[in-house]
């Protein structure tokens, strides 16, 4: 299969590329279908108006970068990876978060995808350091986290406000010199 011109990277199973505003319909039906694998970790835009917000942030501002996991045989969303809080300086680092649609959990493409985006991240976007906070009990996303070659660094209590309430979570972090697997 020839490279897809809107990808940033592909494998072959799947291309990254960046949040567009169109996006917007597939994106809030993908959510809504995937509620019960969503909850109670994550709560992506359901809806038109808050799509149109999110992906605004994600687009606009230069400390976020939003990358969609897109099927290459269809071009359908198969899930999404955001680089968040991005600091530079001397610090070089961002926070993923991410979150697979139920219609493509647990067939490798969010796998691939984390790989693609991160070697983004390490190279394109020139970071050192990417961290994923997960609630240790979110056993998928601290899965996703160790099959792209993180480490645990540590336990950060009451970290995040999810779901009504300040939430633990592990921190797993990756650098750029760390070795990956293949």
């Given at each position: 299969m020839p490279p897809h011109p809107s990808y940033l990277a592909e494998t072959t199973?799947?291309?990254?590329?960046?949040?567009?505003?169109a996006d917007g319909p597939e994106f809030t039906a993908r959510v809504r279908e995937s509620t019960t694998l969503h909850?109670?970790?994550?709560?992506?835009?359901?809806?038109?108006?808050?799509?149109?917000?999110?992906?605004?942030?994600?687009?606009?501002?230069?400390?976020?970068?939003?990358?969609?996991?897109?099927?290459r045989a269809t071009g359908d969303l198969a899930g999404f990876i955001?680089?968040?809080?991005?600091?530079?300086?001397?610090f070089w680092s961002g926070a993923m978060g991410y979150g697979a649609f139920a219609h493509a959990a647990g067939r490798g493409l969010m796998r691939d995808g984390l790989r693609l985006v991160v070697e983004h991240a390490f190279g394109t976007l020139g970071l050192h350091r990417l961290e994923?906070?997960?609630?240790?009990?979110?056993?998928?996303?601290?899965?996703?986290?160790?099959?792209?070659?993180?480490r645990l660094e540590g336990y950060s209590p009451q970290f995040l406000y999810v779901d009504g309430a300040w939430r633990d979570h592990e921190r797993?972090?990756?650098t750029a010199e760390m070795p990956r697997p293949s």
């Open positions: 199973h799947v291309g990254i590329r960046h949040f567009r505003p909850r109670p970790w994550l709560y992506p835009p359901s809806t038109l108006d808050a799509y149109a917000a999110y992906a605004s942030r994600l687009i606009d501002d230069p400390t976020r970068h939003g990358f969609l996991i897109c099927e955001n680089i968040n809080n991005v600091v530079e300086g001397a994923i906070n997960a609630q240790p009990a979110n056993t998928a996303s601290i899965a996703l986290a160790r099959s792209a070659g993180f797993w972090a990756l």
